[in-house]
């Protein structure tokens, strides 16, 4: 996976596709097939298509990757180009993109964006659309231990949001400007059922006016390929929690939770000759 799990997918679910014709469930935490992929993503506010390439640069301990991507959900519309090179267990990329929010709900002033405000401006139809473009740079660790492994990540992000208001990507409130994210999970991985594990991301917000703010969430990732086709497919689920904030999580659960559930289908286009 790239980016952790998150609604973006192109973090949270940019799955692996093994060599074998036969797929276990935990396939997705084996290294990737080189070749031309198409992604077909079904998540719980809408889905995404993506077109990936990867490209063994020397054998298949290093590998490039490049994709393009376009989502819709409930909340947002987002466009992407997007690249990494990987050697070994770490990785390193980027990148660049545009998202048009269709239900935007900014901060007013002297007040804060709760969710109960949030759900106020869904009842009310008082939210607006907003457009902005955003960049990315990131790395990616993995550490393999048996039964066990880690998977790091850190991003630094730079978004052109004009106001305070409500990210539906990270289900948090902040300003435009640069963000910071880090986030671990330790899978317990099985062939018969996948991977399961606890998750803890940190985040550094920007909120207007030069100042920041550290949040830190925990929860639980859990990820399988169900075989509803043949082939590589993947079901996640991830959901993430900060108890004693009134602005994180989807107002629509009414509880500071976030928590998505997404089913990817992969479709091998090209595979080099020998694969």
Known sequence: ???GVAVSLAVLCTTASARAEY??????????????????????????GSLEHRHEVDGDMTMLTTRVSGLASLGYGDVGAHADFRVALLSFGGSVGYRRTFRYY??????????AARQKADDDKTYRGQGFAWGEGRSRLV????????????????????????????ANV??????????????????KFGGVGPVVRWMRLPKGGGETADELAFGLTFATRPGFKRGPDLLLFQALTVPSDDEFGFHVLRAPVYAMLVYRASFGLWR???R
């Not at 901060?107 to 709760?114: E, F, I, S, Y």
């Not at 550490?143 to 409500?166: C, G, H, M, T």
């Open 23 to 48: 797929l276990t469930r935990d396939y997705f935490l084996d290294p990737p097939a080189a070749g031309l992929w198409a992604h077909a993503d079904a998540f719980t506010l809408g889905g995404q």
């Open 1 to 3: 996976m790239k980016n």
């Open 272 to 274: 080099p000759e020998g």
């Open 143 to 170: 550490i393999p231990l048996d039964s066990l492994w880690l998977v790091a990540n850190y991003a630094l992000r730079k978004e052109d949001q004009p106001d305070v208001a409500f990210d539906w990507f990270n």
């Open 106 to 115: 900014a901060v007013p002033d002297g007040a804060t964006l709760t969710r």
């Open 174 to 191: 902040h300003a435009g400007g640069t963000l910071q994210k880090a986030d671990a999970t330790m899978f317990f991985r099985h062939p």
